[in-house]
């Protein structure tokens, strides 16, 4: 079944640890997204991107790194210099000319110990 | 001013009630607006997605669209207790991205 896989699903870190979360579709999309999540609270968007090697900053973008080799590919690296990263990590992709609609993966909840 | 607002809740409704969740927006140029559900845990999941004004039904779910007063809502008809969850409303960056921004989110609790 097409779908999008986030991996891991649970993930501990220590402080000053970079860490990489795994998103991966066979829905063929173009675009693809994460947002990241804390507890009572909606959705912000970490980064995007629209087309293989392009992506673009979303509204949280520091201390995230991204990269888009892969049409199905767009794994996300939380580095040290992310200064609160526990939450709760969310991979979305659309398809252009659709219906605008994200299609979840998952998603991936960091802990940092 | 946040770009998208919801109240927070919880909004508490008894089974067999009518649910009614709001939310603003303050860009005139949206023009997607979506429904997700997301229970604890999960990942969101999409209920309905609305694009011009007035009102669009799907079983028991209701979207209602008012592009003039920028609000946009979703009514749960005949409300169970599996609608229990955190309803968040999105709207489309309206720069054609394919962005989505996201309100807080409101949690349903409906009571047996």
């Known amino acids: 079944d097409g779908g999008i896989t986030q991996s891991p699903k649970y993930l501990f870190r220590k402080e000053g640890q970079n860490v990489t979360l795994s998103c991966e579709q066979n829905?063929?999309?173009?675009?693809m997204y994460w947002y990241r999540q804390d507890p009572g609270q909606g959705l912000r968007l970490i980064y995007y991107s629209q087309i293989v090697n392009d992506f673009q900053k979303g509204d949280i973008a520091e201390g995230y790194s991204v990269s888009r080799e892969k049409k199905e590919s767009f794994p996300l690296t939380v580095t040290s210099a992310q200064k609160n990263p526990t939450a709760f990590y969310l991979c979305?992709?659309?398809?252009?000319?659709?219906?605008?609609?994200?299609?979840f993966g998952e998603g991936s909840r960091l802990t940092v110990l | 001013q946040k770009e998208v607002e919801q109240n927070s809740g919880p909004l508490s409704v008894p089974e067999g009630a009518i649910a009614s969740l709001n939310c603003t927006y303050s860009d005139r140029g949206s023009q997607s607006f979506f429904w997700y559900r997301q229970y604890s845990g999960k990942s969101p999941e999409l209920i309905m997605f609305?694009?011009?004004?007035g009102d669009k039904e799907d079983g028991r779910f209701t979207a209602q669209l008012n592009k003039a007063s920028q609000y946009v809502s979703l009514l749960i008809r005949d409300s169970q207790p599996s609608d229990s969850a955190t309803y968040l409303c999105?709207?489309?960056?309206?720069?054609?991205?394919?962005?989505?921004?996201f309100g807080q989110g409101t949690t349903l609790q409906v009571k047996p």
């Open positions: 979305a992709s659309s398809n252009w000319g659709g219906t605008g609609e994200l299609f």
């Open positions: 609305i694009y011009s004004n």
């Open positions: 829905l063929n999309h173009d675009a």
């Open positions: 999105a709207v489309s960056n309206p720069g054609n991205t394919g962005k989505l921004i």
